[in-house]
């Protein structure tokens, strides 16, 4: 069964950086595009982007560029997206997810307060 | 970019009821969309791709029909563990796009 498991939880400073995880299993993540999508609270989906972990390839929404980076590393199956520069608008849940999307982790919550 | 229109925001029916959401696309995406259920604090679910193809695992109830820039998904008799907010998203073009949701209540 496709499994994605998202690192945990995260209460981060304002102007501080957080990277999160995504660890697949039961499929290679070299087959599929591993996107990233946003979620603040009572608000809809927001994608963010994905990388082709293939050939290391990414592709972002515009209003992303700068703020999210989004890495994988092949040897251990697992994407990672990077935010920096964090203000209380990315205050949200950050989700992982694998092809069309068709498969989703179950969500880190990164909070921005001082 | 595609923008996805999602109307209305709220559905409320009854138990049994057949319930349609509307997904309008900016410009022609052809089947490139896809259907998604959340549920209260879960992650989403694909329900529905590239318009009308099914989804291993999901009821029979979830139908979904559409082309070019207006598609819709159908439950057929609404059951309560179908409250959740729904969900299209764009496969078509960089960067994907979702719309902005539909809630469903039961009444």
């Known amino acids: 069964e496709v499994q994605l498991q998202q690192s945990g939880a995260e209460l981060v400073k304002p102007g501080a950086s957080v990277k999160l995880s995504c660890s697949a299993s039961?499929?290679?993540?070299?087959?599929?595009?591993m996107h990233w999508v946003k979620q603040r609270s009572e608000q809809g989906l927001e994608w963010i982007g994905r990388?082709?972990?293939?050939?290391?390839?990414?592709k972002y929404d515009p209003k992303f560029q700068g703020k999210a980076t989004i890495t994988a590393d092949t040897s251990s199956n697992t994407a990672y997206l990077q935010l920096v520069s964090l203000t209380s608008e990315d205050t949200a849940v950050y989700y992982c997810?694998?092809?069309?999307?068709?498969?989703w982790g179950q969500g880190t919550l990164v909070t921005v307060s001082a | 970019d595609i923008l996805l229109t999602q109307s209305p925001a709220i559905l409320s029916v009854s138990p049994g009821e057949r319930v349609s959401f509307s997904c309008r696309a900016s410009?022609?995406?052809?089947?490139?969309i896809h259907w998604y259920q959340q549920r209260t604090n879960g992650s989403p679910r694909l329900l529905i791709k590239y318009a009308s193809e099914s989804i291993s695992g999901i009821p029979s109830r979830f139908s979904g029909s559409g082309s070019g820039t207006d598609f819709t998904l159908s439950i057929n008799s609404v059951e309560s563990e179908d409250i959740a907010d729904y969900y299209c998203q764009q496969s078509n073009s960089w960067p994907r796009t979702f719309g902005g949701g539909t809630k469903l209540e039961i009444k």
């Open positions: 997810a694998v092809g069309l999307p068709a498969y």
């Open positions: 039961a499929f290679n993540i070299k087959d599929s595009y």
């Open positions: 410009q022609n995406i052809g089947t490139s």
């Open positions: 990388i082709d972990p293939a050939n290391g390839s990414s």
